[in-house]
C-alpha cells in the first residue's frame, strides 16, 4: 500500500455574515464596587483578533459577557449582530470557546470529549462523533484522540481545547490565553494552528493574550484594553500607522533638514544621515510637512520609508497615556 | 481481510476539517446530551473498573432481594405463605435503603462537584445550555440514576409478580400499583436527588459533597429520633430526611410504617415536608449553580 499524503485543502469560502464580529458600545461591568470595565467602544472585524491587555484588565469578564454569562451593566454589546444576553442560547451554538484553564476530565478521552462538547451544540451524535476526529486532526491529534486527557501534555491539552472549540463549525472561536504553558515550539504551533482558523476553516478568531508578540504574529487586528477602557482597536496596520512616523535617508544636508523638520513643528531623531520624523496631525500631513521641508531646504533625498512601530511600541504608549 | 490492495489504487485519505452545513438540533438535544453522558458517567460506562464498582454495587444491593422474592414466589405455590413471607411493595424500600443511600451520596457529588473541579461547568454554560437548563440536565440524571433503585426492583417485583399469577388482579389493579410504584419512586428519587444536588453544589470536592449528605441524613434522622423519644411531638418526623420519603411511600401504598411515631403525623403534613425538602435543596442547588464563576 502506497501512502499518499494528501495535498493541503483549499481555504474554505468565508460564510456571509456582518463585518462587525463584536461591536461594543459604552459597555461597563462592576463586580460588586470593583469596576472592571468602565468604557469598552471597539468593534472586531473578520479574522484573528487579538484581545490585548494587563493581567487583571478584565479580559476574562468581556469574554463572559461576548458568551453572554455576564449581563452588562450599561453600554451595548453585539456579537455576530446577536444580544448575548437576550439570545445567548442561540448565539452560544455559533461560538466556541477554549477556557483559560488546563483542567479538563482527567479520565475522559479527548475524542469524547470533543465529542460531547460538538454534540452539546446541537450536532447530531453520528455528526459529532466524525467532526470530533475530523477537528481532533486538524489540530495535529488524530493518532492520541483515543487517549485519556489526563494523561496528555499541556500542549496536547490546549489542542483538545482548541478541537472541542471549532469541532462544531462555529462562527466565532473564543480562546482565552491559548499559549499558556506552552514551550516555544509548542507556541508556535499553537498560533499556526489559530491562524489556520481563520484562513483554512473561515472561523473568526477572539484571542485573549498579555503576549504583544504573539499577538502581533498572529492576528490581523487588536483591541487593547487597560484601565477599563479600550484604548486602542482596530486592524493591526492602523495602530500601527498612528504611531507614524517617515525615515529620511539623505547624502548630505542632514542638520539642515532637521531644522527645517523642527520649525514646522516636527520632531526629528537623527542617526548620521538618517533622519526618524515624526509629528503632524495624520500621515498625510507629515508628508506634506516633510514635502514642504525638503523643497526649502533643497536637500537631496537618497531614500524615503514609512515607519512603523511595533504592538509594543503601540501598547506602551496608549497604556502609558492611559495610566 | 477481502481481497487484496491493487498496487497504485491505495489511497489514505484525509477528509481534513470541513464547513458543517447539516442539521442542528436545539436545546432538548442539548439537555438530554447531558443527560445522557451524566448518567454514562456515575454508571462508569467508558470509565476504568475501579469507577464502576460502587455503581455496580449499589444496582446489585437494590436488585438482588427482588431477584430474590421471585425466585422465593415463584417456588413457591401457596399463595398464603407467599404473602405471608414477601414484603409489600411499599415494605421493599427497607431492603433497597442502603443502595439509595449509596447513589445519593455518590451521584450527584459526581456530577457536579467534578464538573467544578474540571472546569467542565465552564464548557456547559458556553454551549446553548443555560445555568438553568445545565442544573436541568443534571437534576435530570440524578433522578434517572435514583429510579435506577427506587422505581427499577419494585417495578421488578410488579412485572415479575403478574406473570407468575401472584400480583394485582386485574389490569386496573396493575396500573394502580404501577402508579403509585412510580409515584412513591419518583418522590423518593426527588428528595434524594434533590439533597444530592443541594449539598454538592457548595463545594468542588467530592468527597467533602458525600461526607455532608451522609451526616446530613444520619444527624437530622438521630436527633428528630431523640427528640420524639424524649416527649417531642410526631410532628418533628418532618424533619428526618432519612425517613421521610419512605413514610411517603407507605401512605401511598395505604399502609402504616409500624412502631414509628411517624404514623400518627398527619399525610399532608408528610406531603407537605417532602415537597419542603425537595423544593428547598434544589432552591440551595440553583442559587449556587447561579453564583458559578465559570469563565476562569
Not at chain 1, 272 to 282: D, H, K, N, P
Request: hydrophobic share 45%; proline share 6%.
Amino acid at each position: 500500500m502506497t501512502p499518499v499524503h494528501p495535498s493541503p485543502a483549499p481555504p474554505l469560502p468565508v460564510p456571509p455574515g456582518p463585518p462587525a464580529v463584536v461591536e461594543a458600545t459604552g459597555v461597563a461591568k462592576a463586580w460588586g464596587t470593583t469596576a472592571v470595565h468602565t468604557d469598552l467602544t471597539f468593534t472586531v472585524g473578520r479574522g484573528v483578533t487579538g484581545l490585548l491587555g494587563p493581567t487583571g484588565s478584565g479580559k476574562t469578564t468581556l469574554i463572559g459577557m461576548i458568551l453572554g454569562l455576564h449581563a452588562p451593566d450599561a453600554g451595548r454589546l453585539r456579537v455576530l449582530g446577536l444580544d448575548p444576553i437576550g439570545a445567548g442560547p442561540e448565539l452560544r451554538a455559533r461560538i466556541g470557546y477554549a477556557p483559560e484553564h488546563h483542567r479538563l476530565p482527567p479520565d475522559v478521552r479527548a475524542h469524547d470529549l470533543v465529542k460531547h462538547i460538538a454534540a452539546l451544540h446541537g450536532l447530531p451524535l453520528r455528526e459529532a462523533t466524525t467532526r470530533a476526529s475530523d477537528a481532533l486532526w486538524a489540530v495535529g491529534l488524530g493518532e492520541e484522540r483515543h487517549r485519556p486527557i489526563g494523561t496528555m501534555s499541556t500542549g496536547q491539552r490546549q489542542r483538545v481545547k482548541l478541537a472541542q472549540a471549532i469541532a462544531h463549525d462555529p462562527r466565532l472561536v473564543l480562546l482565552d490565553e491559548p499559549t499558556d504553558g506552552l514551550d516555544p515550539v509548542q507556541r508556535d504551533d499553537m498560533l499556526e494552528l489559530i491562524r489556520r482558523c481563520s484562513t483554512d476553516y473561515a472561523i473568526d478568531v477572539l484571542v485573549s493574550s498579555h503576549h504583544l508578540e504573539e499577538v502581533e504574529r498572529t492576528c490581523d487586528g487588536a483591541v487593547i484594553i487597560a484601565e477599563g477602557r479600550v484604548v486602542a482597536s482596530g486592524p493591526l496596520t492602523e495602530l500601527r500607522g498612528a504611531a507614524h512616523g517617515v525615515v529620511v535617508e539623505v547624502d548630505e544636508g542632514a542638520d539642515a533638514l532637521a531644522a527645517e523638520l523642527v520649525r514646522r513643528g516636527c520632531t526629528v531623531g537623527a542617526d548620521g544621515r538618517r533622519l526618524l520624523v515624526q509629528g503632524g496631525a495624520s500621515p498625510e500631513h507629515l508628508a506634506d510637512l516633510l514635502r514642504d521641508a525638503l523643497a526649502d531646504s533643497g536637500v537631496p533625498v537618497r531614500r524615503l520609508q514609512p515607519r512603523s512601530a511595533s504592538l509594543e511600541e503601540v501598547f506602551l504608549g496608549v497604556a502609558g497615556g492611559a495610566s | 481481510m477481502n481481497g487484496s490492495p491493487t498496487d497504485g489504487d491505495a489511497r489514505i485519505l484525509e477528509r481534513g476539517y470541513r464547513r458543517y452545513e447539516g442539521e442542528r438540533r436545539g436545546l432538548s438535544h442539548s439537555i438530554w446530551t447531558v443527560v445522557l453522558h451524566s448518567v454514562q458517567r456515575v454508571l462508569g460506562i467508558k470509565r476504568t473498573i475501579w469507577q464502576k464498582i460502587v455503581p455496580a454495587g449499589a444496582v446489585a444491593m437494590a436488585y438482588i432481594p427482588a431477584i430474590v422474592f421471585v425466585g422465593v414466589a415463584a417456588l413457591i405455590d401457596d399463595v398464603g405463605v407467599v404473602d405471608d413471607i414477601l414484603p409489600t411493595y411499599a415494605e421493599y424500600y427497607g431492603f433497597v435503603t442502603a443502595a439509595i443511600l449509596v447513589f445519593s451520596a455518590f451521584v450527584a457529588p459526581e456530577l457536579l462537584c467534578t464538573d467544578r473541579r474540571t472546569g467542565m461547568v465552564g464548557l456547559y454554560l458556553s454551549s446553548p445550555l443555560d445555568r438553568d437548563r445545565y442544573l436541568l440536565a443534571k437534576a435530570g440524571a440524578v433522578g434517572l440514576i435514583l429510579s435506577l433503585v427506587t422505581v427499577g426492583p419494585v417495578l421488578l417485583l410488579l412485572v415479575s409478580f403478574v406473570f407468575e399469577g401472584s400480583g394485582p388482579d386485574g389490569p386496573l389493579d396493575v396500573l394502580s400499583a404501577l402508579g403509585r410504584i412510580l409515584l412513591g419512586g419518583l418522590g423518593i428519587s426527588a428528595l434524594h436527588g434533590a439533597l444530592s444536588l443541594g449539598v454538592s453544589s457548595c463545594t468542588d470536592r467530592k468527597a467533602v459533597a458525600s461526607a455532608a449528605i451522609v451526616v446530613l441524613l444520619l444527624v437530622s434522622g438521630v436527633l428528630v429520633d431523640s427528640l420524639v423519644e424524649a416527649g417531642g411531638p410526631p410532628e418533628l418526623y418532618a424533619f428526618h430526611l432519612p425517613l421521610l420519603p419512605f413514610a411517603l411511600v407507605y401512605r401511598i401504598w395505604g399502609e402504616q410504617v409500624g412502631g414509628e411515631q411517624i404514623d400518627q403525623v398527619a399525610t399532608w403534613l408528610i406531603v407537605l415536608a417532602n415537597l419542603a425538602w425537595t423544593l428547598g435543596f434544589a432552591a440551595l442547588a440553583r442559587v449556587n449553580v447561579h453564583r458559578l464563576q465559570v469563565t476562569r
